[in-house]
Every structure is written in C-alpha cells, then in structure tokens.
C-alpha cells in the first residue's frame, strides 16, 4: 500500500485541478510525448491562421477569374465575370426564387439524408453484428449498390410519380449505403475483448450494442454519414436535372437550356456553399458525439 | 485503512466436478485443453489456480463465469449449477479492458447490477474507487492512467457488482514487480473488507503463496491429453503472511518442482530454512 502512495501521490495533488493535456503529461502518458506543451503554444496564438489558410485557394481562384474575364476577350456568355454572378444572384434572390430553390433543394437533402442514414444505421448494425443477417443480406445489397444512382430515376418517376416523394427516396438510397457499409465493418471490427466485457458484465443485445459497439466506432459511423451526405447532394442534383420545377438541379439544367452561364457558375457555387455547410454541421454533431461518448 | 460499509452479500462456494473441455482443431480434430477437474471451493475461501501458461487456467475461469460452456461434468455456484455469463460472478480480466471513451468513474459504474438505484450507485463507485486508491482519476480517461491504475479500475468494476464469486484472471501479471506486490496487499485488504469467494489464475509463484488459502496446481499428467489438478495444497498460514517466511519457502521449494522449475536451492536448504525458523521463534 504504501508503494502506492510514494509512486503516484505527486499526481493527485497536480493533476486534479490542470486541464486533460496536463494531466496526461504528469502520468507521463501523453502520445505526443515530452514536446507536446511546448508546441501547443504556437498553434493556439495562431488561431486565425486555419481560417485564413483554408481561404487562400478559392480567393486566388476568385482572381484568377475576375483578372481571366477583365484582361482576356473570353465574351461573358462563355466565361460570366464574379460581378456578373452576383448580378444573377441578385435577380434571382429578388424574385425569391433562388431561396425557393435553394429551400427545396435543402429540405429533399435533408429529408432523404436522414431517413438514408437512419436505415443505413439500422441495416448496417444488423450485418455487422449478426452473422446470420450478414449471410443473407450482404450478397442482395452488394449487388443493389453496385446498380448506378441514375439507374432508378426511370423506375422511381413510373411507381412514385415525379414529385417530391421520388427525389427524397433517390437521395435515400444514395445516403443509406455509405453509412451502411462503413458502419457495418466498423462493427465487426469492434475489439472482442471489449464485446466480452460488456456481455460479462451483463449486458443484453440491444444495451451492449449502445454501451459498446456504437461508441467504438463513432469514428467510423461519422466518416459514413460525411460521405452520405456528399452522396445525397450527388443524387439530389441527378434528382432534379432529370425531372423538376424547382431547386438548385432545376435552376442549372433550366440555365443550360437557356445559355445563362452566370447562373450555371451561381449554382455550381451555392451547391459548393450549402454542402460545406452541411458538411461543418456533421463536424458539429462529431464533436458532441464524442462529448457524449468520447 | 478505514473502508465503507459495504452491502452485504454473502459469499457462495463453488462446485466442480467431473468438468472438461476440449476444443476444435483446424484440421477437424479435437484438442483436449481440461479433463476431470474436481474440486470444491469453499464461501469466502480464496483459491489461487497455478499452472505453467497454456494449461488451462483461464479456461477453467471462464467456465466459472459461465462466458463458456463444459463438454463433461458439471459446474454449480451455491445451490445451482453455473448460468450463461453467471451474473453471481465477477470476472477480472487479463487486460483492464476500460472502456477508453468513458472516465474512470463511468468504467466503474459498468459494474454495478443492473437497477441500482443512481445515487446510491454513484456513492458506491465513490467509495470503490477510494478502496482501489482511485479517488482522485475518477474524471480521468483509461489511456491518462498508468497500467497499475488501470487494473485498480478494473478491480473495482468486478468489486462494483457485489460479487458472490470474484474471478481474477491474472490480474496482476502486466504489471511491474513492485506494483504487483502492492496490488497483492490491496486485494487482501479489499478481501478483508468485502470477504467474498476469489479464484486467482496466476502463473506466479509467489503471489499464489502470498494470497491463496488453497493452491491449486494445473498440469498434464502423462496419462491422458489434456491438464487436470495435479496437487492441491493448502498454504494454511493467517495472512497477511511474511514474504520471506521459511514455510513458505519449503512450498515454494516443492511448487517450482512441480512446475518443472529448478529453484537452485542447496540440498539441505529446507532444513536449514525451518532451523532458521525455530531459531527465530525461539529468540522471540
């Protein structure tokens, strides 16, 4: 007992009241090794440098553009200017349209990432964890995701018509799958000793699927919904050049109609926008799922 | 060292008899890893299961727990025989096996049975983890503690359920020398503390020596495939037991021989360790 108390009694009495890095550092098992504080503190005075790195590529491409169609005669209905997209911009934001678009465009994202990565959840937990449902189903949705997006436009617009609930469904099956096969693998790949522990300890099916598995592969479960919400941007655009009134589809294949590249390049760019922002929130829900968890 | 009033539950004893379990071979065969083990393990008593690596001993604890099924013979704990991951039990692994997203306090938390009641589940990890000496990292992560601590965690996991049987599975062997010497002297104290029924696997010598009211060797006799016990001996010294005692030292003497282990011991050392003995006695 009293081993115990000459080896380790320094670091209650530091480490209790320091931050987590510190604290790693006193039990000597910091992965970073004895370097790590001193490098922190470059990196946090350098707040800005993130942002400001990660917003030099596109303001030089923004440049780049404006100086191709000041200083060259490309004509503007081949290569429209920054100023001539903001122009469209401004036209279509006042007539509401671009919000209607962008609106309904979000809302079937939206709609068919969630149901897709709710049944990509649940599929995938199944196969990952039961052998008997990965023996029956892995061949079946092996050979469904190897069927191209496009494939099922035609026979979804015959069986469901070519309204909303057409679009949202595409999108869903384009977000299952990611999520499906990710966290599928992810959960046969879980540390057995920890399976173990948790069924030693009592643990049914269902809690030691939520107390264990699911928090181990957090990583891999966020990485799934990343790429099925890209996916579901992917299959919305296929969604809405092949049959729409309305959404960001809609607006480039109606501008290619009419030879309006402002509001080709207007789209390209909203679409890049609202997918990075979706992107950022998946970070969001990362961060607070490994608060929850992590 | 003062400990918390405990809930109180009583310890069980454990039955075994007949048991053995082989298992499958990859060219289609059967290896036999346990035959015909017997034996019966008192309420409260601690049993250390000692055997060169691969013999078994681990198999033999599983069994206990129920995480594994016996091909032969039967396996009872108290009055009835042993379920499918035995919730009457408490197993210690080999690794810590701390659930490295959870604080050290959540990890302990895993252990309690189910439907406790959350304030006096919460008061109960804080008075384990002053048991194990862990009152102080109860916010910390796995991977911000040392081995030693991490093991401590695990002990008090297992110690969270109320075991009526506790299965350690060489709980201390990742551990540096001194630590295990000073996780031996707090399993004891926690003994006292919450006397229930330990099985110990261990490879140890002495930890056998300094913990088990009974040792229980494992081993092939050259009779059939497969380890059964081999020789059970009871240490039957009041612990805490002197690490340097000479009775000790004959067992240990005799057990490494068991083991096939030379202990480089003069011919007559035991003779002269028990004159060393009276000697001491008799000075006192």
Request: glycine share 10%.
């Amino acid at each position: 007992m009293s081993a115990t108390k000459t080896t380790e009694a320094a670091a209650p009495a530091e480490g209790a009241a320091g931050p987590a890095h510190q604290q790693a550092s006193v039990y000597g098992y910091s992965a970073a090794g004895p370097g790590l504080a001193d490098r922190r503190r470059p990196r946090r005075e350098r707040r800005w440098w993130p942002i400001v790195g990660g917003a030099l590529i596109p303001l030089g491409v923004l440049g780049l553009w404006w100086a191709a169609t000041e200083f060259t005669d490309i004509p503007s209905y081949r290569l429209p200017s920054p100023a001539d997209v903001v122009n469209a911009a401004g036209e279509l934001a006042s007539s509401g349209q671009l919000w209607r678009d962008i609106a309904i465009s979000s809302q079937r994202v939206l709609q068919g990432f969630a149901f897709g990565s709710l049944i990509g959840i649940v599929i995938g937990s199944l196969i990952g964890l039961s052998r008997t449902a990965s023996i029956l189903l892995s061949p079946t949705i092996g050979a469904l995701r190897a069927v191209p997006s496009l494939a099922w436009v035609p026979l979804l617009v015959l069986y469901v018509g070519i309204f909303e609930p057409s679009k949202v469904i595409l999108i869903t099956i384009g977000a299952a799958f990611p999520v499906l096969t990710t966290l599928s693998i992810a959960l046969r790949h879980v540390d057995p000793h920890l399976v173990e522990l948790g069924r030693a300890y009592g643990l049914g099916r269902l809690s030691l699927l939520t107390t264990v598995q699911l928090p181990a592969v957090i990583p891999a479960l966020v990485s799934g919904l990343r790429l099925a919400l890209a996916q579901s941007w992917l299959f919305l655009v296929a969604a809405e050049l092949l049959a729409s009134s309305m959404g960001l589809g809609f607006l480039l294949m109606d501008s290619g109609n009419n030879g309006r590249v402002d509001r080709i390049f207007l789209a390209i760019i909203v679409l890049a926008v609202l997918g990075k922002t979706t992107d950022a929130l998946i970070g969001v829900l990362e961060r607070w799922l490994l608060k929850r968890w992590g | 060292m003062t400990v918390a009033e405990a809930p109180v539950v009583p310890a069980l004893p454990v039955r075994i008899s007949g048991v053995g379990r082989r298992f499958p071979t990859p060219d289609g065969g059967d290896r036999v890893v346990l035959r015909d083990i017997d034996l019966g393990i008192r309420a409260g008593e601690i049993v250390a299961l000692l055997g060169a690596s691969g013999c078994g001993k681990s198999t033999l604890l599983r069994l206990i727990s129920g995480l594994d099924r016996a091909d032969a013979g039967e396996l009872a704990i108290g009055d009835s025989p042993v379920a499918v991951v035995d919730q009457r039990c408490a197993v210690a692994f080999q690794e810590p096996r701390l659930l490295p997203w959870r604080t050290i306090a959540r990890n302990v938390e895993l252990g309690l049975p189910r439907g406790t009641d959350k304030a006096a589940g919460r008061a109960r990890v804080a008075e384990l983890l002053r048991l194990v000496q862990l009152d102080h990292a109860a916010n910390l992560r796995p991977r911000q503690i040392s081995g030693g601590m991490a093991q401590r965690a695990s002990l008090a996991r297992a110690l969270a359920r109320n075991p009526r049987v506790l299965l350690l599975d060489e709980p201390f062997g990742a551990l540096d020398a001194l630590t295990r010497l000073t996780m031996q002297d707090l399993l004891l104290d926690i003994h006292a503390a919450e006397p229930t029924t330990i099985v110990l696997v261990t490879h140890d010598v002495d930890e056998a020596l300094q913990l088990a009211d009974r040792i229980v060797l494992l081993g092939s006799d050259d009779t059939a495939p497969g380890a059964t016990i081999r020789r059970v001996l009871e240490v039957g010294k009041k612990r805490p037991r002197d690490r340097g005692d000479a009775q000790l030292a004959i067992l240990r003497a005799e057990l490494l021989s068991l083991l096939g282990v030379e202990s480089h011991h003069p011919e007559d050392y035991i003779t002269k360790a028990i004159k060393a003995q009276r000697a001491k006695r008799a000075g006192a």
